[in-house]
């Protein structure tokens, strides 16, 4: 402990050294914490602050000895203080979606630390497939979370990841969610929740930080032609909600062991999802065994109450939210109203018990009333921790492997920096900062601009191009002059936050504003190639310039980060072969124009001409598709070992034996034990260029309960120098991965043909029984 107290006090003297004109910006913090015995050593009497003792048997001491009052204060998450007991208030709401965020009251920048990596937005991060990535993010976040938490700038829970399916390309909060895939999705959030929570310990009750998958559940509207998230009802078919919106919780909850589940603003089929005993209690608590708390989202009680008209009584919406389950208020509303429910017959305390106790689980688990955490296995993490070299370092390898190449003519990518000896470089986007980092953001450790990145590598020429991504006119002369004079020209364009975020949904998803008419007017003069950069959180219509034989590549970086600017220099000038893959569909402008943002059907509807969503079900044309990405090689995939037959075994007097049968209930029946069989696939770098490889193994299931045209099974990372191959292996669980969900919400498995995909390779796997 007193180790940490000097490098504290050291790294405070320096930075007064340095801000010796305003000292008082520099103040090193105590952590909060519960069961203090250096102050108070009759702390050590209560079994609540005994770290020998089963946390069950804690928390059961801790609730027994608050008054009803004192346990309602635990609801919210400015929790309250009980002084007699040695807990302090602390603050439930922190969030790392990307980095250690400054969204949120629970956690703060200063001198001490002034900034936290900021990696990409997760739609890039998501577009790598590379699911180490994912789980090294969490732990480098968790390591900055638990250095700030010990000098008091930080919390230990953090609402994040959001892992809601992005189902509609207009939705501003699209770039915060690893894309339109259930696999992926879960996949992400599974990982980085256990790169974030786990300790190493051989105790899984430990936390290192608590984690949140959010939001639950089918929300992705926020606000679209007058229809806003705090009203909007989500209409859901059972097959869709089993097959699309809750896989990614099942397995953030049922994988990742996650610590909280936040549940959304609006209702699905006219309940309040805060609100709806099935939903919380039935299928979080109840199938899936979520070991923590249900929080609600912001003010979501408060809504459920006063802008959904759900109950008459805010003392009834406290208590039906309880009673469906929910542990913690992001808000006021259960400290103003619960004791009054109490105190009228509409809920028991007991239920406030159960509740509390849920939430002070989760903080035992951290341990939060174990006393001094510098002296706790963290302890010695400090400003030194955060943003080191190291983690910098893995931002800027996170945008490298999730940047996309949608467009490449021969010899236009990579740029060789020796040849080039005048880059122009265009666009609204070329000096992004804060665009960079996107939404739930932090202070980053420090920018490198698209523009800072470029100019390291070769001499450069700069025009906006226009005032801002809104591009309301472009201003043409200055852009156009550079173009023409320059060996090659980079366009830097795309949105930033006043186009797609949180509370705000796009109508239109082509480039903004005048800046296809800036891509095109440059494409005409420039002498070179015509790289267009297009900086994102969403899909965009970009379709003239995918048809435009004056624009040589097309690059999609998302929202990159705090490294970004120097990720994309890095693969336009070729010492970073690009790998990523689109993780959701790009479709046309049309598609906006047609389709309700409001629809939440997943499947399509001839009789409507409704034409479904995501590259599982959408049946019309896209820009671009899920899963596109090309390399500066040639990758080729050939089959080493794969079944042609799969018998699934029925006991003899199953009437599938006697009768046409079109798929097996893989639950009723006790038919799934070792059900698995292999898939060897060997790849070959055939190109001049080392480089990594993603690969993604899809099948398409025969047409029975209108399953999907494509599902992806699996997806794997690996890197190949110049001539070399590898063994890829894929290990297919029969009733898992070859399952579709019937109409009713049961997982059946087709009999027929499945046909794998991977790349332009296909085969044919007949299962039968």
């Given at each position: 402990?007193?180790?940490?107290?000097?490098?504290?006090?050291?790294?405070?003297?320096?930075?007064?050294q340095?801000?010796?004109n305003?000292?008082s910006l520099?103040?090193?913090?105590?952590?909060?914490?519960?069961c203090?015995?250096?102050?108070?050593?009759?702390?050590k009497n209560?079994s609540?602050?005994?770290?020998?003792l089963?946390?069950?048997?804690r928390?059961?001491?801790?609730v027994k000895r608050?008054t009803l009052?004192e346990?309602?204060?635990?609801?919210?998450?400015?929790?309250?203080?009980?002084s007699?007991l040695?807990?302090?208030?602390?603050?439930?709401?922190?969030e790392a979606?990307?980095?250690?965020?400054?969204?949120?009251p629970?956690?703060?920048?200063?001198?001490?630390?002034?900034?936290?990596?900021?990696?990409?937005?997760?739609i890039?991060?998501a577009a790598?497939?590379?699911?180490?990535?994912?789980?090294?993010?969490?732990?480098?976040v968790?390591?900055?979370?638990?250095?700030?938490y010990?000098?008091?700038?930080?919390?230990?829970?953090?609402?994040s990841?959001?892992?809601n399916?992005?189902?509609?390309?207009?939705?501003?909060?699209?770039?915060?969610?690893p894309?339109?895939?259930?696999?992926?999705s879960s996949r992400?959030?599974s990982?980085?929740?256990?790169?974030?929570?786990?300790?190493?310990?051989s105790?899984?009750?430990?936390?290192?930080v608590?984690?949140?998958c959010k939001?639950?559940?089918a929300?992705?509207?926020?606000?679209?032609?007058?229809?806003?998230?705090?009203?909007?009802?989500?209409?859901?078919?059972?097959?869709?909600?089993?097959?699309t919106?809750?896989p990614p919780f099942?397995?953030c909850v049922?994988?990742?062991?996650?610590?909280?589940?936040?549940?959304s603003?609006n209702?699905?089929?006219?309940?309040?999802t805060?609100?709806?005993?099935?939903?919380?209690?039935?299928?979080?608590r109840?199938?899936?065994?979520?070991n923590?708390y249900?929080v609600?989202?912001?003010?979501?009680?408060?809504v459920?109450?006063?802008?959904?008209?759900?109950?008459?009584?805010p003392e009834?919406?406290a208590?039906v939210s309880?009673?469906a389950g929910?542990?913690?208020?992001?808000g006021?509303?259960?400290?103003?109203?619960?004791?009054?429910?109490v105190k009228?017959g509409?809920?028991?305390?007991?239920?406030i018990?159960n509740?509390v106790?849920?939430?002070?689980?989760?903080?035992?688990?951290?341990g939060?009333?174990?006393g001094n955490?510098?002296?706790?296995?963290y302890?010695?993490?400090?400003?030194?921790?955060?943003?080191?070299?190291?983690n910098?370092?893995?931002?800027?390898?996170?945008?490298?492997?999730?940047?996309?190449?949608?467009?490449n003519?021969?010899?236009s990518?990579p740029l060789?920096?020796?040849a080039?000896k005048?880059l122009?470089?265009?666009?609204p986007n070329?000096?992004?900062?804060?665009?960079?980092i996107?939404n739930?953001?932090?202070?980053?450790?420090?920018?490198?601009?698209?523009?800072?990145g470029l100019?390291?590598?070769?001499?450069?020429v700069?025009?906006a191009g226009?005032?801002d991504t809104?591009c309301?006119?472009?201003?043409?002369?200055?852009?156009k002059?550079?173009?023409?004079?320059?060996d090659?020209?980079v366009?830097?364009v795309?949105?930033?936050?006043?186009?797609e975020?949180?509370?705000?949904d796009r109508?239109d998803?082509?480039?903004?504003?005048?800046?296809?008419?800036l891509?095109?007017?440059?494409?005409?003069?420039?002498k070179?190639?015509?790289?267009l950069?297009?900086?994102?959180?969403g899909?965009?219509?970009?379709?003239f310039?995918?048809d435009?034989?004056?624009?040589?590549?097309?690059l999609w970086?998302?929202?990159?980060?705090?490294?970004?600017?120097?990720a994309?220099a890095?693969?336009i000038f070729g010492?970073?072969?690009p790998?990523?893959?689109?993780?959701?569909?790009?479709?046309p402008?049309?598609?906006?124009?047609k389709?309700?943002?409001?629809?939440?059907?997943?499947?399509?509807?001839?009789?409507?001409?409704?034409?479904?969503?995501?590259y599982?079900f959408?049946?019309?044309?896209a820009?671009y598709?899920?899963?596109?990405?090309?390399s500066?090689t040639?990758?080729?995939?050939?089959?080493?070992r794969?079944?042609?037959?799969?018998?699934?075994?029925l006991?003899?007097?199953?009437?599938?034996?006697s009768e046409?049968?079109?798929?097996?209930?893989?639950?009723?029946?006790?038919?799934?034990?070792?059900?698995?069989?292999?898939?060897?696939?060997?790849?070959?770098?055939?190109?001049?260029?080392?480089?990594?490889?993603?690969?993604?193994?899809?099948?398409?299931?025969?047409?029975?309960?209108?399953s999907?045209?494509?599902?992806?099974l699996?997806f794997?990372?690996?890197f190949?120098?110049?001539q070399?191959?590898?063994?890829?292996?894929?290990?297919?669980?029969?009733?898992k991965?070859?399952?579709?969900?019937?109409?009713n919400g049961?997982?059946?498995?087709?009999?027929?043909?499945h046909?794998?995909?991977?790349?332009?390779l296909?085969?044919?796997?007949?299962?039968g029984i």
């Amino acid at each position: 402990m007193a180790s940490n107290r000097v490098n504290c006090s050291v790294f405070t003297f320096l930075l007064l050294q340095f801000f010796i004109n305003a000292p008082s910006l520099v103040v090193c913090q105590s952590p909060v914490f519960a069961c203090d015995v250096s102050k108070d050593p009759g702390l050590k009497n209560f079994s609540f602050c005994d770290s020998s003792l089963k946390i069950s048997s804690r928390v059961d001491d801790l609730v027994k000895r608050l008054t009803l009052q004192e346990k309602i204060t635990f609801l919210v998450n400015k929790a309250g203080s009980v002084s007699r007991l040695g807990i302090p208030s602390y603050e439930w709401w922190s969030e790392a979606l990307h980095g250690v965020s400054y969204v949120g009251p629970g956690t703060h920048f200063s001198n001490v630390v002034p900034g936290a990596t900021s990696f990409p937005q997760p739609i890039l991060t998501a577009a790598s497939f590379n699911v180490s990535l994912f789980y090294a993010i969490g732990q480098v976040v968790s390591n900055e979370a638990r250095a700030m938490y010990n000098v008091g700038l930080a919390g230990l829970t953090y609402w994040s990841p959001n892992i809601n399916i992005y189902r509609d390309p207009r939705w501003g909060r699209g770039q915060e969610t690893p894309g339109e895939d259930p696999l992926l999705s879960s996949r992400y959030g599974s990982a980085y929740v256990r790169g974030l929570q786990e300790t190493g310990d051989s105790d899984p009750d430990r936390l290192k930080v608590a984690a949140c998958c959010k939001h639950y559940t089918a929300y992705d509207v926020d606000n679209w032609k007058g229809v806003d998230r705090y009203t909007f009802d989500a209409k859901v078919t059972k097959q869709d909600m089993d097959d699309t919106y809750q896989p990614p919780f099942k397995s953030c909850v049922i994988d990742g062991n996650v610590a909280s589940v936040m549940c959304s603003y609006n209702k699905v089929n006219g309940k309040p999802t805060c609100a709806d005993p099935d939903l919380l209690a039935g299928v979080i608590r109840g199938e899936w065994k979520l070991n923590g708390y249900i929080v609600s989202d912001c003010d979501s009680v408060d809504v459920l109450y006063k802008n959904q008209h759900y109950t008459e009584s805010p003392e009834e919406a406290a208590a039906v939210s309880i009673a469906a389950g929910l542990d913690l208020d992001c808000g006021t509303f259960l400290g103003q109203h619960t004791e009054a429910a109490v105190k009228g017959g509409l809920i028991n305390e007991s239920a406030i018990d159960n509740a509390v106790s849920n939430n002070f689980a989760t903080l035992f688990r951290l341990g939060f009333f174990d006393g001094n955490p510098t002296e706790q296995k963290y302890g010695k993490l400090g400003p030194k921790d955060v943003c080191t070299q190291a983690n910098q370092e893995l931002a800027r390898e996170t945008a490298r492997q999730g940047i996309v190449l949608l467009k490449n003519k021969p010899a236009s990518l990579p740029l060789s920096a020796t040849a080039i000896k005048s880059l122009a470089v265009i666009g609204p986007n070329a000096k992004a900062t804060k665009t960079m980092i996107g939404n739930y953001e932090g202070t980053p450790c420090k920018y490198t601009t698209p523009l800072d990145g470029l100019t390291a590598l070769v001499p450069t020429v700069y025009s906006a191009g226009c005032s801002d991504t809104a591009c309301g006119t472009a201003q043409l002369d200055d852009a156009k002059k550079i173009a023409a004079q320059a060996d090659a020209a980079v366009l830097i364009v795309g949105t930033d936050q006043s186009i797609e975020t949180e509370s705000r949904d796009r109508l239109d998803i082509h480039l903004p504003g005048q800046q296809p008419l800036l891509v095109s007017e440059i494409a005409k003069v420039s002498k070179g190639p015509v790289i267009l950069v297009i900086m994102s959180g969403g899909s965009m219509d970009i379709a003239f310039a995918k048809d435009d034989p004056k624009i040589s590549s097309i690059l999609w970086v998302g929202f990159p980060g705090e490294a970004g600017g120097a990720a994309i220099a890095d693969v336009i000038f070729g010492s970073y072969n690009p790998s990523g893959r689109l993780p959701m569909t790009w479709y046309p402008q049309a598609f906006a124009d047609k389709v309700p943002m409001t629809n939440m059907n997943m499947r399509p509807d001839p009789a409507t001409g409704y034409p479904g969503r995501s590259y599982r079900f959408y049946t019309g044309d896209a820009v671009y598709a899920f899963g596109d990405g090309l390399s500066y090689t040639t990758f080729h995939h050939r089959l080493v070992r794969a079944p042609k037959l799969v018998s699934i075994p029925l006991e003899e007097k199953h009437m599938c034996h006697s009768e046409e049968c079109k798929s097996i209930d893989v639950v009723s029946e006790n038919i799934c034990q070792n059900l698995v069989f292999d898939i060897h696939l060997r790849v070959k770098n055939r190109g001049r260029t080392s480089g990594s490889h993603t690969v993604l193994l899809f099948s398409t299931p025969p047409a029975v309960h209108n399953s999907p045209k494509k599902n992806l099974l699996g997806f794997e990372k690996v890197f190949l120098g110049s001539q070399m191959m590898q063994i890829v292996k894929f290990k297919i669980d029969v009733c898992k991965d070859l399952s579709v969900v019937d109409e009713n919400g049961s997982k059946k498995v087709g009999l027929g043909e499945h046909v794998l995909h991977i790349g332009d390779l296909k085969h044919t796997l007949n299962v039968g029984i």
